[in-house]
């Protein structure tokens, strides 16, 4: 018996006072410059508070106007907070903040840190910051934007993330210290996205360094994860890393997987990688198969596709945005409208909501102030301008200021039903939802531009386009510019180049050398041949000649565009279905 939806019809909705901008009577649209406007005070109510409160600490505790430190001691906030800066056009502020991280900032330091968010908010924010430097008016040095301060501070934070690569599968562990590496007894259960979320971060710190090491083990373990999914197509929720065995096997595309899913499409737009986008539609049909039911998305089990769990999670409201990149646009603006339902129910969405019954999980009635559905509004309009999407960014505003504005900041939602508040302000609120927000409503912001103005940089390597939009967002919504892995490649490949051919040089040295003392007692030499010769494509253990095996970009020409999916206008993907 197919498995059905039943959806209340009375939805209790929470009436909140509308201000100058909303529409009116006629149905008119909010006014986008009065909501930009709002959002921006917005941030600086949150950014200022911190600043006085809680800095030199990771965040805010906004009900108790201090700090503390949660995901490391990195002053976290202000690493999030710091391209959201320049995208609200404070380039004096932006400058401030990068001394004060080259100084305050040291990452050899005895702390146990999340691999996953140490890459997403620290190693994202500081890559996307030193790819924003110029335009925010930092003096850049030579070399730019393949060395500058913000570079090797991001490069130094990754590789203090690299020891919990070195598991037998090559999948990470969870986390990491970031002075001794992984402690002995770490529990080697890791979330599906604590596995697939590094492509991004890593392939960018590759690109821009020349050390391929970063690409390289993000690239394996997208590939594990690949070769563990289930014979219907699903992947679960956690998996240990040493053996390979899924711990738990709920299948969807809410926590605990959602950035993998993500990340394939966006690693495919970002390096131009026609496998990860077809590993990410082979996943799509599965997950259409299996877990989609009404435009919602359930979870199921993941070797039988059997429903585990009839909720939506808020951070599930990511996958409309994500289908809108790959032109998906009608189905991804059915499932949005399904979760703006909810959103209108309680004035945000709550962790976790029980979809046949219309309400909140047990003790999953909170919203953190979470970015995921106003993120997927700001792509959604971009491609479609549909209102509706301009409204859910009104809600927004109205519902985080009247909810969860105090004295120093804007406190998380510990439950919906009644609007008590907890101690934290999660530095993603300051570097997704407000930065979301303040797109939604800023249609001519730099991070939108669709190629009609650039700039021109001249580095050792030769001239450099950058700033021309097709940003990628990381997922804590960090911009990459796409064209910046360009402008190092060059480099990157000679020296990968050089270093082959030396390699290959010395090796084939040594064995000269090696036959001919042989030959003095035992007849001619030959040339090595077969698996484990620095020429054989068997040799897996050795990832530069893999990755010399590659076909390159020539050195002397435009990099080209090489998967059918041409990525042009307003960052959206269009597939060629011809």
């Known amino acids: 018996m197919p498995f059905r939806l039943l959806i209340p019809l009375g939805l209790v909705c929470v009436l909140l006072p509308l201000h100058h901008g909303a529409p009116g009577p006629d149905g008119t649209a909010p006014d986008p410059a009065h909501y930009r406007e709002r959002v921006k005070a917005m941030f600086y109510h949150a950014y200022d508070s911190y600043l006085e409160n809680a800095f030199p600490y990771d965040e805010l505790r906004p009900l108790t106007c201090d700090g503390h430190d949660t995901w490391g001691s990195f002053s976290l906030t202000l690493i999030d907070a710091l391209d959201t800066l320049l995208i609200l056009g404070n380039t004096s502020e932006f400058q401030r903040v990068v001394e004060v991280l080259q100084d305050n900032v040291d990452f050899d330091i005895d702390v146990n840190a999340s691999v996953f968010e140490t890459n997403i908010r620290v190693v994202g924010g500081l890559l996307s910051a030193h790819l924003l430097s110029k335009k925010a008016g930092v003096e850049v040095e030579a070399g730019w934007p393949c060395s500058g301060p913000l570079l090797r501070m991001a490069e130094e934070a990754a590789r203090k993330l690299l020891p919990a690569f070195q598991t037998p599968t090559g999948m990470p562990y969870g986390t990491v210290n970031l002075l001794h590496g992984v402690n002995p007894g770490e529990t080697p ?36 994860l690949w070769e563990s999914r289930s014979d219907i197509g699903l992947v679960g929720n956690h998996i240990d890393v040493l053996t390979g065995k899924w711990v738990a096997q709920d299948a969807g595309i809410g926590a605990g997987v959602d950035s993998y899913f993500e990340y394939l499409v966006k690693g495919a737009i970002l390096l131009q990688d026609k496998k990860l986008m077809a590993m990410f539609l082979e996943y799509s049909k599965a997950i259409r198969n299996y877990t989609h039911f009404d435009d919602w998305y359930l979870w199921v089990q993941m070797y039988k596709g059997t429903v585990s769990m009839p909720v939506f999670q808020s951070l599930e409201a990511y996958w409309p945005g994500l289908q809108s990149l790959i032109g998906d646009i009608d189905d991804a603006m059915r499932t949005f409208l399904n979760y703006y339902t909810v959103w209108k129910q309680f004035g945000g969405l709550p962790e976790f ?120 967002f990381n997922t804590e919504a960090h911009p ?99």
């Not at 890791?190 to 690409?215: Q, R």
């Not at 893999?546 to 565009?561: G, H, I, M, V, Y």
């Open 480 to 578: 990459i510019d796409p064209a910046a892995l360009h402008c190092c490649r060059r480099l990157k490949e000679e020296q990968w180049e050089v270093e082959d051919l030396m390699r290959e040089f010395f090796s084939l040295k040594q064995n000269r050398s090696r036959a001919q003392r042989k030959t003095m007692s035992s007849g001619p030499w030959a040339p090595p041949a077969g698996p484990g010769t620095p020429s054989s494509p068997a040799n897996h253990d050795q990832p530069r000649e893999k990755q010399s095996a590659k076909q390159r970009t020539p050195l002397l020409s435009c990099p080209s565009q090489p998967f059918t999916s041409k990525l042009a206008l307003l960052g959206q993907v269009f597939l060629d279905s011809s």
């Open 189 to 224: 259960v890791t979330c599906t996205a604590g596995i697939g979320t590094f492509i991004v971060e890593f392939a960018t710190l590759s690109s821009l360094t020349g050390d391929p090491v970063f690409e390289d083990v993000a690239r394996v373990a997208l590939m594990r």
């Open 353 to 472: 909501y029980n979809i046949p019954q219309g309400y909140t999980v047990e003790k999953r009635e909170g919203y953190p102030l979470r970015p995921e559905l106003i993120e997927s509004a700001m792509y959604l309009y971009r491609a479609t301008g549909d209102p509706t999407l301009l409204e859910l960014g009104r809600d927004a505003v109205e519902s985080i200021e009247k909810i969860s504005k105090v004295e120093c900041g804007f406190a998380t939602i510990k439950d919906l039903r009644d609007h008590k508040l907890d101690n934290r302000m999660e530095s993603f609120f300051l570097a997704e939802t407000v930065k979301y927000l303040y797109l939604l409503f800023h249609p001519n912001n730099f991070i939108h531009n669709n190629g009609s103005t650039f700039d021109s940089v001249m580095t050792p390597h030769g001239e450099c386009i950058l700033g021309a939009g097709g940003y990628i």
